[in-house]
């Protein structure tokens, strides 16, 4: 009986490249300080809700007293801008179709949050998600370039899409 012809063929035995076990290991090594730095990453779980920032008489909560001019994360929607190639914008609880400083008829919302960002801001769609990341500003101050009035805003910010 003879055997089969793939039995003749040599099987690889040469060793691994050692520059190959060498990129394996730093980029091992590269992930496992990433996790060790970032235990849980930045996830929704991390962000602050709205809600948490104020009392309910509207007054600021211990906690954003607390997180004044320290970067926090907060979740929520992007409410169609005032104008074109702002650096601004206003992060909205839910999803606003139309823009609440536009119409005159538009409910204001209860939960708005002034995101200033360092670069012209990128519109993302009303009804999509973002996480917004910035330094938390609190007490009264007026937009010079569109006299947006805030009470509570976050600066220096930077969103993704959730």
């Not at 520059?19 to 970032?38: E, G, K």
């Not at 992060?91 to 360092?118: H, R």
Request: hydrophobic share 45%; with cysteine.
């Amino acid at each position: 009986m003879s055997l089969p012809w793939w039995s003749s063929l040599r099987r690889h035995t040469t060793p691994m490249n050692p520059f190959l076990n060498r990129r394996i290991f730093l980029s091992t090594m590269v992930a496992i300080s990433a996790l060790a730095l970032f235990p849980g990453g930045v996830t929704g779980a991390d962000a602050i809700k709205m809600r948490q920032l104020y009392n309910k008489d509207l007054s600021f909560s211990k906690l954003a007293l607390t997180l004044a001019d320290s970067r926090i994360t907060v979740q929520g929607f992007m409410a169609p801008p005032l104008k074109a190639n702002a650096s601004f914008f206003v992060l909205t609880k839910m999803p606003m179709a139309v823009c609440p400083f536009c119409e005159t008829d538009a409910d204001w919302p209860d939960d708005i949050l002034a995101i200033y960002t360092k670069r012209v801001t990128r519109i993302i769609a009303f009804n999509i998600g973002i996480q917004v990341r910035g330094i938390l500003k609190l007490g009264s101050y007026t937009d010079p370039d569109n006299g947006f009035v805030s009470q509570i805003r976050l600066v220096d910010a930077n969103y993704t899409r959730q």
